[in-house]
């Protein structure tokens, strides 16, 4: 049995005997109010996100798929469009809209996993996706992109920016916002505890018709930040690294997850490669590579 389908017996396991079911109607992750989205109606954001110049060579560098069209990159794009396409299956059945992306711990590529399925559901063009950098102590998501933030969001954690409206960016992707952090700090845990993270979703759900909230969380094993955040998000996503993520470890995260709706396993760096696509894939009951 490969480490994914340990985890993922595990899981299933787990959180059958849970008692809040996914798909039950959720209380604290939805309590901010919803914009109710009508059928056709594209997705559009008040947001005012400032454009920031990113430089193309460190994102190649960092491994981001920003064009479907590049030869070499194809079977990774075509498996993050299967991983894609189970996102949205699932978030359009449950009714979900913020998704949090974690590992078990650190290297097991859950931030390339967050900005490179922001980006390949930016390209799906049904709805606004705002992807946040929540991982304070260890903030990737500018570094990635290769971006720098005039304002960071530990600055509206920390009351040193007012209007949310403020931390946005854009690198020129119609359909994706971001915001993060380019310090770090060691308090995110009661910074992530405190009402402003309410507020902020409050504030993109009441400025966005449609919006898909993708969150990079702190790893699982680490101090308890990933925690204070799950109860209030929709889902999360558990990526694991074929060679590096422990069995014990991931086994570990899933049992700290299991009181929360699991929206899948990722699994980076896979050898079980596909013939069609270079890559192994497969969402909540197999392999992806991320």
């Not at 109010?33 to 947001?47: A, K």
């Not at 960071?152 to 992707?173: A, H």
């Not at 702190?218 to 074929?242: H, K, N, Q, Y």
């Amino acid at each position: 049995m490969t480490i994914i389908e340990a985890a993922l017996e595990k899981t299933k396991s787990l959180r059958g005997n849970r008692p809040g079911m996914v798909g039950q109607p959720a209380t604290a992750a939805q309590s901010y109010s919803r914009r109710p989205v009508e059928p056709g109606v594209l997705p559009t954001t008040q947001i005012q996100a400032r454009r920031v110049a990113f430089d193309p060579h460190v994102a190649r560098e960092n491994r981001l798929l920003l064009s479907a069209s590049v030869a070499e990159d194809r079977g990774t794009v075509a498996a993050y469009g299967m991983l894609r396409t189970r996102i949205l299956h699932r978030v359009r059945s449950k009714g979900w809209q913020t998704i949090g992306i974690t590992s078990a711990a650190p290297k097991d590529g859950k931030s390339l996993t967050a900005v490179n399925l922001a980006l390949s559901l930016a390209r799906e063009a049904n709805s606004v996706v705002v992807l946040l950098d929540l991982d304070m102590r260890n903030p990737s998501v500018c570094r990635t992109l290769g971006i720098t933030p005039q304002n960071e969001l530990r600055d509206f954690f920390e009351l040193r920016v007012e209007t949310p409206n403020d931390l946005f960016m854009s690198i020129g992707i119609e359909n994706l916002v971001i915001a993060g952090n380019a310090t770090a700090t060691q308090h995110s845990a009661e910074l992530l505890a405190s009402s402003r993270l309410e507020e902020l979703l409050q504030f993109i759900n009441s400025s966005t018709t449609n919006p898909l909230i993708l969150i990079d969380l702190p790893p699982v094993l680490s101090p308890d930040d990933a925690l204070v955040v799950a109860p209030r998000i929709d889902a999360i996503v558990l990526v694991a690294s074929e060679g590096i993520t422990p069995r014990a470890d991931l086994q570990q995260a899933a049992e700290l997850l299991a009181d929360f709706p699991i929206a899948g396993l990722v699994l980076n760096r896979s050898s079980d490669a596909s013939q069609k696509y270079g890559y192994g894939y497969g969402y909540g009951d197999g392999q992806t590579p991320a």
